[in-house]
């Protein structure tokens, strides 16, 4: 990518991003301007079409073994002309539990690797939440295979991820890791990432964690939202209620909808709890049907993707 190309795709996405924040929801865009984005050539049309927050659906994704390369994902397209709006958009902001969902950063050369190295780097150098600017050591992108064929989703960086640099190292992380291990697979062969990358600040306490707040979570998913579309997982696993929330920008409640699949712009999305509420559970009566229900959905994640179940697996975490 060119410089200059660069400088004017950032450039854009930051106007864009302040518009969204004033609860712009669409803008005009000629048709020149778009094909000067995507680094095609177009010819000139008479009116601007809209370019919209909304995202666009997502491509069928193919099914391919879990390790195999992948392709790199299609540029993505341009939205259908309309009618060029009258006049501006009111700025009216949105309400808190609605995500408006900013426009990603995919290259048209489909280079996914260059495009994740600056989304990277834009995320490394976000600076939209002060309180978690200040507070954090440091931001915490995401890990693992950038083609995984599956994708994990937590919340946010507790103390250990903020130390480290990697989601999911704490004792939460550990049985993470546990489960990937049990699925037959490594955490270098699928991707792990949260809706927040800064740890969530808790002023005047030396320890302990706190839940991102909607709006925390609505300033940072678009890098998640982007991250997802670059990697283009066969199946997303949602970790806890904060994960779902910061997908579908609203809350849930996790009880109703774990082991259940849901469909997220067209990739099979599977929620269950949180690891920290299994380790919690673990001791407790019952703690063995917390760990037994997440493996399900995990079975069921495996099964998704054609991936061997043995008997041994099938068995795993169910009462004597
Ligand atoms: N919990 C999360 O949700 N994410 C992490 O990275 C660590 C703990």
């Known amino acids: 990518m060119s410089d200059a190309y660069a ?7 930051q106007h864009l991003e302040v518009l969204k924040s004033r609860g712009v929801r669409h803008v005009p865009v000629r048709p020149e301007t778009l094909a000067a984005l995507a680094g095609t050539p177009v010819k000139p049309a008479a009116r601007p079409a809209p370019l919209s927050f909304a995202a666009p659906p997502a491509p069928a994704p193919a099914p391919r073994p879990v390790a195999a390369p992948r392709p790199v994902p299609p540029p993505t ?3 259908p002309p309309a009618p060029a709006p009258v006049a501006p958009a009111p700025v009216v902001p949105p309400p808190p539990s609605v995500v408006v969902r900013a426009p990603v950063a995919i290259p048209a050369a489909g280079d996914r690797a260059a495009a994740f190295a600056e989304l990277r780097q834009r995320a490394l150098a976000c600076v939209q939440c ?8 440091q931001v915490v992108f995401g890990v693992g295979n950038e083609a995984a064929e599956l994708m994990f989703v937590g919340e946010a960086p507790g103390v250990e991820e903020d130390a480290q640099g990697e989601p999911f190292v704490g ?6 890791t546990k489960m990937i291990g ?4 490594s955490r270098a062969q699928v991707y792990i990432g949260n809706v927040l990358k800064c740890r969530p600040d808790t002023p005047g306490q030396k320890f302990g964690n706190r839940p991102p707040t909607p709006e925390e979570m609505a300033t940072c998913v678009p890098f998640l939202q982007a991250q997802i579309d670059l990697i283009r997982p066969r199946v997303l696993v949602a970790l806890g209620a904060s994960a779902m929330a910061g997908l579908l920008g609203h809350p849930v409640k996790i009880t109703g909808v774990r082991g259940r699949w849901l469909d997220y712009r067209g990739i099979p999305l ?7 509420y299994v380790l919690r559970q673990q001791e407790a009566a019952g703690g063995l049907a917390v760990k037994r229900q997440v493996w399900e959905d995990l079975l069921a994640a495996m099964a998704k993707l054609g991936l061997p179940i043995s008997d041994k697996q099938r068995n795993y975490f169910l009462k004597a």
């Open 270 to 276: 599977m929620p269950t709890f949180h690891p920290s």
């Open 182 to 185: 049990a699925m037959g697979l």
């Open 171 to 176: 004792p939460a992380g550990q049985m993470l």
């Open 77 to 79: 397209p341009a939205p």
């Open 7 to 13: 400088q004017l795709l950032a450039a854009t996405i």
């Open 130 to 137: 002060p309180n978690l600017v200040a507070s954090r050591r």
